[in-house]
T-cell receptor
Framework: DGGITQSPKYLFRKEGQNVTLSCEQN?????MYWYRQDPGQGLRLIYY???????QKGDIAEGYSVSREKKESFPLTVTSAQKNPTAFYLC??????????????FGPGTRLTVL | AQTVTQSQPEMSVQEAETVTLSCTYD???????LFWYKQPPSRQMILVIR??????QNATENRFSVNFQKAAKSFSLKISDSQLGDTAMYFC??????????????FGAGTRLFVKA
């Protein structure tokens, strides 16, 4: 089955620790995205990548880092510099070509809690 | 800067009736995409419907249709014959490539819809 997987589903972190959230897709999509969702709010873009070995900052990139070494994978690292990391994190991917270019398909999300 | 506004934090509808969720946006671009996503209690984001700005015809997907008014920058979602499974948070989203500021994707704050039996 084609889709997007995120792991782990729940993640707990102590203050001062870096953690990495996994995102893998087998949809052969070129573009991938990371969003943060806080209670009662919409999604905010952290980073995006439109092609392998290239990525760009979104609206709230401070305290986060990413890599895109493979088309299928776009891991997100939440560093200790992120002041308020507790949130729900969603990964998405999108094709660049018809029939539905730029339509984002989402993974199931990772809930990160800082203890 | 682009913005997306959903003015209805919560709505409710009786099963089998019709409900309309509103979304307005602000942009100076001419070419962009608009989307409605559904997020049920499982928190999985699911695409409901999409609209290309260059298309005048309103998009339709089964019981879901949009009223796209480009000049008014309005993109409302109509759900016909509401079902209990439609209970979810609904997000309106905007995406563009190129132009001023390059790539941009923005989500509204969401409208929580309750379908009552």
């Amino acid at each position: 089955d084609g889709g997007i997987t995120q792991s782990p589903k729940y993640l707990f972190r102590k203050e001062g620790q870096n953690v990495t959230l996994s995102c893998e897709q087998n949809l052969n999509h070129d573009a991938m995205y990371w969003y943060r969702q806080d209670p009662g709010q919409g999604l905010r873009l952290i980073y995006y990548s439109q092609i392998v070995n290239d990525f760009q900052k979104g609206d709230i990139a401070e305290g986060y880092s990413v890599s895109r070494e493979k088309k299928e994978s776009f891991p997100l690292t939440v560093t200790s510099a992120q002041k308020n990391p507790t949130a729900f994190y969603l990964c998405a991917s999108s094709p660049r070509h018809p029939p539905l270019p730029d339509t984002q398909y989402f993974g199931p999300g990772t809930r990160l809690t800082v203890l | 800067a682009q913005t997306v506004t959903q003015s209805q934090p919560e709505m409710s509808v009786q099963e089998a009736e019709t409900v309309t969720l509103s979304c307005t946006y602000d942009t100076s671009e001419n070419n962009y995409y608009l989307f409605w996503y559904k997020q049920p209690p499982s928190r999985q984001m699911i695409l409901v419907i999409r609209q290309e700005a260059y298309k005048q015809q309103n998009a339709t997907e089964n019981r879901f249709s949009v009223n796209f008014q480009k000049a008014a920058k309005s993109f409302s979602l109509k759900i016909s014959d509401s079902q209990l499974g439609d209970t979810a948070m609904y997000f309106c989203a905007f995406m563009k490539h190129g132009g001023l500021g390059g790539f941009k994707t923005i989500f509204g704050a969401g409208t929580r819809l309750f379908v009552k039996a």
